[in-house]
């Protein structure tokens, strides 16, 4: 087996840590999870994943000379080049963070940093639903919506890394609030967090609907989960949240499909468990809103890689940058 062809991967998230060491073929040969415990700060944190890569090494008998990178994939924003954490709302404290570099140097071992959603783009184009295709859009809907665009068979990054933040393209003037400070993003009508905050307005508006006994009347209990299963169970406001949330989300796909017209679109992510209600409207959207052409050159599929997506992209993520 040559050296070259080992990676460690590591997905940092924040409330766990998932850490794989990974053939060139996406075959995982050593596994460690571990909870991040942000709150105990960042010094912490690093030491954790600094473990955590020791123990994977460890657990395949693998040196470090043997390892040809490291890829870790952490929350935005980030500086990917200077290799730096910038200020992730799910990990207080960190300010500016040389995480790249931190690693190197107790690892000894060259490091890629890259944002969670491009990483797992990335996944997927190389193990996962998106192997041989050349053009690909992967999106992921979950609390928050992300992506990263594949072109030309490249994750493209834009001027400063900030290509692919589907979440963010303003969908409707003067909309809800988004995390981000603006009104109306994709991301504040369609995401997870979107759906339930409209579905706990309505039972708080005392509507009639399913959702009030589900959660014995206490809206904070409402979930986009629970909002598909009282839709499932035929409740009307809660299928028209979905809908009309779910139509959001197809017009923002129709629109990546107009100006980059992809072979693929890779939908992963939580909300993709709804199934049909979600993959339905955003492929009846691209057919309604987009050009011909372009929807016709278009398969909408669900992501392949399940919860390994974060730790295969930031195996991923070294592969790319090794060659
Ligand atoms: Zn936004």
Request: aromatic letters at 2%.
């Amino acid at each position: 087996m040559a050296s070259k062809h080992i990676v460690i991967g590591i997905d940092l998230g924040g409330t766990k840590i998932s850490t794989a060491l990974v053939e060139s073929d996406g075959k995982i040969i050593a596994q460690d999870y571990r909870k991040t415990m942000a709150a105990e700060g960042q010094q912490a944190v690093i030491e954790r994943i600094l473990n955590s890569a020791r123990q994977v090494m460890s657990q395949a008998k693998v040196t470090r000379s043997q390892v040809a990178a490291v890829g870790i994939c952490a929350p935005g924003p980030l500086d990917i080049e200077a290799g730096v954490v910038v200020a992730p709302p799910n990990l207080p404290g960190w300010e500016r963070v040389p995480l790249k570099q931190l690693i190197e140097d107790n690892l000894g071992i060259t490091t890629f940093l890259e944002n969670d959603a491009n990483a797992a783009a990335l996944s997927e184009h190389r193990f996962g639903a998106g192997r041989g295709v050349e053009h690909m859009i992967y999106i992921t809907v979950s609390t928050g919506i992300g992506g990263g665009l594949i072109l030309d068979g490249k994750l493209y990054h834009g001027a400063s890394g900030m290509a692919g933040e589907v979440g963010h393209i303003t969908i409707e003037p003067g909309g809800p609030l988004c995390g981000c400070g603006n009104r109306g993003c994709l991301e504040a009508l369609a995401s997870g967090t979107a759906i339930a905050r409209v579905a706990r307005e309505r039972v708080a508006q005392n509507v009639p609907t399913l959702m009030t006994d589900m959660t014995d009347g206490d809206p904070e209990r409402i979930t986009a989960r629970l909002v598909a299963e009282a839709a499932g169970q035929g409740d009307k406001v809660a299928n028209e949240i979905l809908t009309k949330a779910m139509d959001y989300l197809g017009i923002g796909m129709a629109n990546l499909v107009n100006l980059f017209n992809p072979q693929l679109i890779v939908i992963g992510g939580g909300l993709t468990n709804i199934g049909e209600r979600l993959f339905g409207p955003v492929r009846q959207a691209i057919e309604q809103h987009a050009l011909r052409a372009a929807a016709q050159a278009v398969r909408v599929a669900p992501a392949d890689l399940g919860d390994n997506v974060g730790v295969l992209g930031a195996a991923a993520v070294a592969q790319s940058r090794i060659g």
